[in-house]
């Protein structure tokens, strides 16, 4: 099973609203990753965490919280997003290291559309 | 790593060989990875190759290495419409760290 899972797959915001993005992987799998897509880009990193831990946060505005409640799933808390915001928003797990283990399996994204 | 170039466009016939293209600039990348993106959807990894090896071959797909030139290509057989999408190419020389292509949109006329 090489299944990423996230939910919703179409979100639509106001700048006031609070909404969360939700990852699941069950492949266990020690490194999750939030990246941010705009059309026609590739996917660039936010956010990794490895055995739950924030690693990297690539310089992403605050209005962005991510959280890692346990090694099956990352969240990605919203709010007072910008129009800018707008994207769609991938998961993806890998094991941590070793031969061909560092391997990034994505997930299917959220919509997300800011009013 | 994070100078990862492509084409932008590739046009095929249905039953042609597509090959897709890329650069990288880090020659100590460890692992190089090709994803296909349909519409609407995330990113389905491919097949990947270990900065050792020349050549992967899987089914229809033929990954060629040359490190020399920091050369990396997908050779996709027999092209059918379902191929269609975007392909992205990305290194990884930090366990935690891809650096993507910006992407190649492959187009398959019947």
């Known amino acids: 099973d090489t299944e990423v899972t996230q939910t919703p797959k179409h979100l639509v915001m106001g700048m006031t609203n609070k909404k969360s993005l939700k990852c699941e992987q069950h492949m266990g799998h020690r490194a999750m990753y939030w990246y941010k897509q705009k059309a026609k880009k590739p996917p660039e990193l936010m956010f990794v965490y490895s055995y739950e831990k924030l690693s990297i946060n690539e310089s992403v505005p605050s209005r962005f919280s991510p959280e890692c409640p346990n090694s099956s799933l990352l969240n990605l808390h919203l709010h007072a997003l910008q129009p800018e915001d707008s994207a769609l928003y991938l998961c993806?797990?890998?094991?941590?290291?070793?031969?061909?283990?560092?391997?990034?399996?994505f997930g299917p994204g959220t919509r997300l559309t800011v009013l | 790593g994070e100078d990862v170039e492509q084409s932008l466009f590739l046009s095929v016939r249905e039953g042609d060989s597509s090959v897709i293209n890329c650069t990288y600039t880090d020659s100590s990348s460890t692992y190089l990875y090709w994803y296909k993106q349909e519409p609407g959807a995330g990113l389905q990894l491919l097949t990947y190759?270990?900065?050792?090896?020349d050549m992967k071959q899987d089914q229809r797909l033929t990954v060629l290495l040359n490190k020399k030139d920091k050369h990396l290509s997908l050779r996709i057989a027999d092209t059918q419409t379902g191929d269609s999408a975007i392909y992205f190419c990305a290194e990884t020389y930090n366990f935690n760290k891809f650096y993507f292509g910006s992407g190649t949109k492959l187009n398959v006329k019947p």
């Open positions: 993806a797990s890998s094991q941590i290291a070793g031969e061909g283990q560092d391997t990034q399996y």
């Open positions: 190759i270990f900065s050792n090896m």
